[in-house]
């Protein structure tokens, strides 16, 4: 695989999550951070949130999303900023831009992509933002999207107020976008030559995902199938959390041969009837059915109940915490790793897949702006020329 150069004005999680990706494949990833204003800590926000793991500017909560990766400080409210810019899309043969700044900056700033199309015609350029260009000074953030996309309606409890997903999905989701399309821009400039422009709406790619409750509307469906249902499936029953004596367990019954062969077994042949012998008829006893299935595993150990349900071929688990998740082989022997300024090493999350001549162990994240001057060396500016910039406020 050819080994791409990315170029990034970057902050928060969504997008360098993306190119945190592209990091992994190996790829050269620089990101571009704001100049001091005077007002707030310079760069990314993120880089201030969370311990301090290594220094004020390299948090806990920044670490894994930039490992890999160069940084640089340009002030691009400044046009001399954007001449080198330019200058770095074409010296150094950069194929892909992104950002995740609001729409209605992109002209000023000098990164929308006509402007940058100019200097190389067969740019990749990627953006994300809340709403797309139509809505082009909404400010994208992960739990207001949630809220308006109608994650937050259909999580949590029925019975009790809205609430935000443990992880926050849309910042990942849209992250994600940025990687498949800029993947499938790759492939097309392949073929034809042609650079891309894209555009992905947090709003947009998060109803993207409202596949199994958004077309229910149409067909007349019930308030009930569209809304929260904690720990249940709506669809399929029994699906669900269920006590032990020493703990829980989520077993999800998919179809009706799994709850035939659930009610097979000694322990849970008491929750069968003949009504029960089809997932409509189960929809119809759903509250019954908790109460006698939790009848019968709360008298049991987790591990008697997982061993039926193992016999049995019924997808079931005791509910990990992310310290035990870390700890499963089948993740452990995954987890990328970064190692610290003072020789710690740290364990990040696993690639979402396997690839061939990917990298599991990625270069500590650097300071603020510390490679604006090698990279502006490489882009031909002299230490004269980058003095004077800096002087100036063009970089830091």
Known sequence: MKRRTIL?????????????RFAQLGWRVIRIESTPTGQGLPGDPNRYVGSRVADDDRRSYFIAPNVGKEAIALNLKEARAQEVLKRLIRTLDVDVFCCNTVPSRYQALGIDYETLAAVKPDLIWAGISAMGPAVPNAPGYDPVIQAMAGYMEVTGDPKGPPMLTGIPVIDLKAGDEVYANVML???????????????VSMLQAAASWLITVLPLIDFGCEPNEITRAGNEHRKFIPTNVYPAKDGFVYMAIGSDVQWQRLTASAKFACVANEVRK?????????EAIQRDMTAVTCKLAMEEILADLRTAVIPATRIFDIRQVRELAQVHEKLTRTVMPDARVVHMQPMAVD??????????????????????????????????????????
């Open 278 to 286: 089809t997932n409509e008829g189960r929809q119809r006893e759903r």
């Open 355 to 396: 690839i061939e001549g990917s990298r599991g162990e990625l270069a500590f994240p650097p300071k603020y702006g510390a490679d604006t001057r090698k990279v502006l060396a490489e882009a031909g500016y002299s230490g004269a020329e980058m003095d004077a910039f800096a002087g100036a406020g063009v970089i830091a």
């Open 8 to 20: 990034s004005l970057e902050q928060a999680l969504s997008l360098p999550y993306a190119t945190l």
């Open 185 to 199: 821009a790759l492939l097309d400039r392949a073929e034809g030559g042609r650079g891309r422009q894209i555009h």
